[in-house]
């Protein structure tokens, strides 16, 4: 069934931790809204099976993927194959928002997001 959704009534941010915000979710992907405060980071992690897109919605962005890092900006987006350590900082002085699109491998491997959850202590 289709869904539509309206990203501006879902940005939500925390002092104290970069909010993810639940778009969409089937069998083969996941995406969601990441929101941070200036500072606010995700610290590199990665995944075996899973490859990531980080597009930059409002701010700027300090993204890690591997030994790369990259400054991107509003319509910028950058690649994190499966298995590349990544992550992301808000090291600017306004909020950043992004969308994070993630690719899950459905060929029987354990649930990407059972292991995230279980990583980071909230759903990816």
Do not use: I
Not at 6 to 35: H, I, S, W
Not at 80 to 98: I, Q
């Amino acid at each position: 069934m289709a869904e539509v959704k309206d990203l501006n009534g879902l940005r939500r941010f925390a002092a104290d931790k970069m909010q993810k915000v639940g778009l969409f979710e089937t069998p083969r992907m996941f995406c969601d809204l990441y929101c941070l405060e200036p500072g606010q980071a995700q610290k590199a992690h990665s995944h075996g099976g899973a490859d990531k897109v980080y597009l930059v919605l409002e701010g700027r962005a300090q993204v890690q993927v591997g030994a790369d890092r990259f400054e991107v900006g509003p319509r910028q987006a950058v690649l994190a194959p499966a298995g590349s350590d990544h992550g992301v900082t808000n090291a600017g002085a306004e909020r950043l928002v992004l969308y994070v699109f993630v690719a899950q491998d459905s060929g029987g491997a354990p649930s990407l997001k059972a292991g995230h959850q279980h990583d980071h202590g909230h759903r990816h």
